[in-house]
């Protein structure tokens, strides 16, 4: 009775790691990929940002809202 206890956690602890490793490992790279994603997401809205605000129209509208700004006080 003893041994086949044994076996049968022995079998039970097996299963468990073999369901942890099958769980966690497709995880891992799709976190990666998202990040990838995100990171270029985010470097593109940024460029697109910095072109924007080099701009003459916009670089004149801030320009006329801080002088606004300054004259009010």
Request: with cysteine; glycine share 6%; net charge neutral.
């Amino acid at each position: 009775m003893a041994g086949w206890r044994e076996r049968a956690e022995r079998g039970i602890c097996l299963l468990d790691a073999r369901m942890r490793t099958l769980t966690a490992e497709p995880e891992e790279g799709a976190a990666t990929a998202e990040y990838a994603v995100v990171l270029v997401a985010a470097t593109g809205f940024a460029a697109l940002l910095v072109a924007i605000l080099k701009s003459g129209t916009v670089k004149n509208l801030l320009t006329d809202i801080v002088k606004q700004a300054l004259n009010v006080a």
